[in-house]
């Protein structure tokens, strides 16, 4: 790997990563519907910036924009709601971490979906180990824990929301042409209205005009939501999914460093063995079970191309000029999985 694709993996972990940073921090002055709508609106603002000076154009299809509105509602206005109100009384290294079992929950709804037809032994290891993070990092055994239980059950309910919103967006959005910056800011754009809906109703909280809060509002929306899109995009596009997606173990330990260090967060043997597990898992969860051998068949004469250079039909992808497809990996992770463009996100 290039020293400029490990500069921008570095720089996105730290940007995904410090996520639960800023949330903590914005969470001073502001509740966390003020904090969610208004990262929304400058995400919104700053990829569909991007996305029109490409030239491209929302879609328009009725029932493209009904799927784009249950994935801004699965994978941004529910689950950024459920951290924010979670970090009131939890660790931001504690959400980054049950943020990260994410996966888990994206295979799960993958099954029920229909998308995904095989586990395999590692990827159901993998969905066990991932959930054993979560009890580890919990620690409900224990009296003197630093951990909030209420807050872990708002950063797993997150993590359930945001985790199937990437097998909704495979199974309904995938596929049908739409401009990634468009997905993307349309998503952000939906759930910002979702969120100024529920303001009326448990957001109407006094402003504490802090100074570290606004900055970090900004930092968290302009640059965690806005250009890390773009920053996953080039990834994507330069290095290959396959590199994108270690940004899903990188950004776990980031949090986990950044709320330590920055946060005074504690570090006990619970939270760093939740963590490794939270790790292990994501990796488990990537393998794709083997496909069955197929039965073998008589051989075929290779047939001539025809006079117009054309391919009849049955041939390889490759043979008519097309490029064979890669595997992406698993979605996980900030938002919005690393590995694949979307507006979900931690």
């Known amino acids: 790997m290039s020293k400029a694709a490990i500069g921008r993996l570095a720089v ?24 969610v709508f208004v990262r929304l609106v400058l995400g919104a603002a700053v990829i569909l910036s991007i996305g029109y ?29 459920l951290f924010a109100e979670g970090e009131r009384t939890g660790s931001s290294n504690i959400a980054g971490i049950v943020s990260g079992t994410g996966p888990v929950w994206t295979l799960g709804a993958a099954v029920l979906l229909g998308t995904e037809k095989r586990l395999g032994a590692a990827r159901i290891w993998g969905m066990v180990v991932g959930l054993l993070g979560v009890v580890l990092v919990a ?59 529920a303001v009326p109703f448990i957001g109407l909280e006094p402003v504490e005009w802090r100074t570290d809060s606004v900055i970090a509002l900004v930092i968290l929306g302009v640059m965690c939501t806005g250009f890390a899109v773009l920053l996953n995009t080039i990834i994507i596009g330069k290095d290959g999914p396959a590199a994108a997606a270690t940004v899903i173990y990188l950004m776990t330990v980031v ?72 595997d992406a990996p698993d979605a996980g992770a900030p938002a919005a999985a690393p590995a694949r463009t979307s507006a979900a996100g931690n």
């Open 53 to 81: 000076a490409k030239g491209q154009k929302l879609p328009r299809d009725r029932t493209v924009l009904g799927h784009m509105a249950v994935a801004a509602l699965l994978g941004n206005a529910v689950p950024w709601l």
């Open 255 to 326: 949090s986990v460093v950044l709320g330590a260090v920055f946060l005074d967060e504690p570090l006990g043997w619970t939270v760093l063995l939740g963590t490794v597990a939270v790790l292990v898992a994501t990796g488990l969860l990537r393998r794709k079970p083997a496909e069955p051998a197929a039965p073998a068949t008589p051989a075929e004469p290779a047939k001539e191309p025809a006079a117009d250079g054309t391919v009849e039909a049955g041939a390889p992808a490759e043979a008519a000029g097309a490029a064979p497809e890669r």
């Open 12 to 35: 996105l972990s730290l940007l995904w990563g410090s996520v639960f940073l800023w949330i903590k921090i914005s969470g001073y002055g502001f509740s966390p519907v003020e904090m």
């Open 139 to 197: 620690a409900p055994w224990s009296d003197g824990t630093h951990v909030s239980t209420t807050s872990v059950i708002y950063f797993a309910l997150g993590a359930v929301s945001f985790g199937s919103s990437f097998a909704y967006v495979g199974r309904f959005l995938t596929g049908r042409g739409i401009p990634v910056f468009m997905l993307v800011g349309g998503q952000l754009a939906m759930a910002a209205v979702m969120t100024l809906v």
